[in-house]
């Protein structure tokens, strides 16, 4: 029997992202590229045997909106942080928590917990060496007032 996630549907992750927020979030579902380049954020979820079992790659600008979005901080931050080509310190530390919570976005049987073991920043943003059996989501999100980003979400068996 597979383990693995069940892909989400575009409509949930806006769901979720709207209550997570208090903002007005769709999301689509884009064609998956393998993998995200160039990565910004890559958030790696793991089972108690610290296996793989998830992961959610951004690119900068989807990330920096995600971490601009949590507390709302103001969009010139996000675009000096664009600019820069770096994240700042608010900008990775909500990111930090939005991926923490984003662990719901991924089903597996009760038996099995997930959660998140890292998130890996900027030059650090490295996925994993990709399997064959793992499955790719794309989204392209839109947050009211921060605008749209690219997010993909990788389920691995």
Not at 71 to 87: H, K, R
Not at 117 to 146: C, G, L, T
């Amino acid at each position: 029997m597979s383990i693995a996630s069940p892909a989400i549907l575009a409509d949930e992750i806006g769901k979720f992202m709207n209550h997570l927020f208090g903002l007005k979030v769709s999301a689509a579902k884009i064609k998956p590229e393998e993998p995200v380049h160039p990565p910004a954020a890559v958030a790696i979820y793991t089972d108690g045997n610290d296996a793989v079992r998830g992961q959610i790659a951004c690119d900068l600008r989807s990330v920096a909106i995600l971490g601009a979005a949590l507390t709302q901080i103001p969009m010139g931050v996000v675009a000096d942080s664009l600019q820069s080509g770096e994240l700042s310190a608010n900008l990775r530390a909500n990111a930090y928590e939005v991926f923490n919570i984003s662990v719901n976005l991924f089903f597996y049987r009760p038996s099995r917990r997930v959660v998140l073991s890292e998130v890996r920043f900027e030059q650090d943003a490295v996925m994993p060496e990709w399997q064959s059996s793992w499955k790719p989501d794309a989204f392209q999100i839109n947050i009211e007032r921060y605008g749209s980003g690219h997010l993909q979400m990788i389920h691995c068996g």
